[in-house]
């Protein structure tokens, strides 16, 4: 496992250091909210056509005739009411002048302190970001993340996914993830553009990029872990993620914010190369994204809930090996499928 020693580092010694670029009062924001979200069950692309897997409540039970790899269980394909995602969280933000102008450009510059601290039924988690912005348009960040997670009975927060059954271990507090990453984001609102700025004319555009990396202190190299009752898929080592919105600012209206939003997440290096879908393994290099339209209501000056509906894509399997139960035994064709993935809904309280 690499040590988060000297990033987490990096940002304390950043904390310390803010007071002595700045002589400007900052501002300081205290917000909590609740998300949740509604995950549609579906038969894993059994019956996709067109490249689309509906919605589908039944469970399909695996054939008589299925032969299963060696200490592999097999498993049915679709829950038969789909999933339910809950989380409470508080974070805290401490934003600085930095470096600021006269012109459009520069007179917003800033630094930004982020502490956030997550609570699951399964899980845990802190994260710690630290934000410049030198310029309008242009968002730095560095972040850090430690968490960890125990068995709920419904849900299994964090355990290893490596003994070739796909059943993940399920001891509690089993060893903690550690996530650091470094962002830029490109932000655009063409009202700030125009020569004659109006309330209507208020069409923005961000676009994230994302490198990050992971570890599980509880799995070595090549073994795969399961965190936060997810498909148990992940492993150490670097990915890159993405996130785009367009959208468009609503004046005078509730609904203050409706937009499009893609987001996209790839392993990098050697796990990769590890199994892709060209040689028909189970898609180790496999882009997962998801996309869907996303609704901000502003109750009033402090409450606010935002509405996400998406959907996912998926690697579609070749054969009997959708029933097998460890990902890693799969076979895929090397092509992909959609499906309804989740609504989710984001509540925020301003302190």
Known sequence: MKKPGLP???LLFALCALPLFTQEKGQDRLRWGLQSAYYFPHQEGLNARRGFDPVAYAIAGRPDSLILPSGDGGRDLGTGWGSVELQGWIDRTLTLP????????????????????????????????????PVAFLVFEQGNHLG????????????????????????????????????GTFQFDMAAVLPEPDKWKHVVLQAEGKLLYQVFSGAREGEPWQYQADRGQNFNGWQFHSSTVLGYMIPDLP?????????TERRLGEISDSSPLASGGWGSDFTQVRLGPLFNWQIDDRNGLTVLIQCHNAVEYEGDSVYYNDFMNRRSTGRGYWYFERVALAYTMRL
């Open 255 to 263: 609904i203050n914010f409706a937009g499009f939003m893609v987001e």
């Open 148 to 183: 960890t997670g125990w068995n709920a009975g419904i849900a299994n927060g964090l355990g290893l996914n490596g003994n070739g059954s796909g059943t993940p271990e399920t001891d509690s507090l089993p060893g903690i993830v550690y996530r650091g990453w470094l962002s």
């Open 98 to 133: 930095f470096l600021r102008g006269d012109g459009p450009l520069t007179r917003d510059n800033n630094v930004a302190v982020n502490g956030r601290w997550n609570l699951s039924p399964a899980t845990t988690d802190l994260n710690l970001s630290l934000s410049l912005t």
């Open 8 to 10: 987490l580092f990096c």
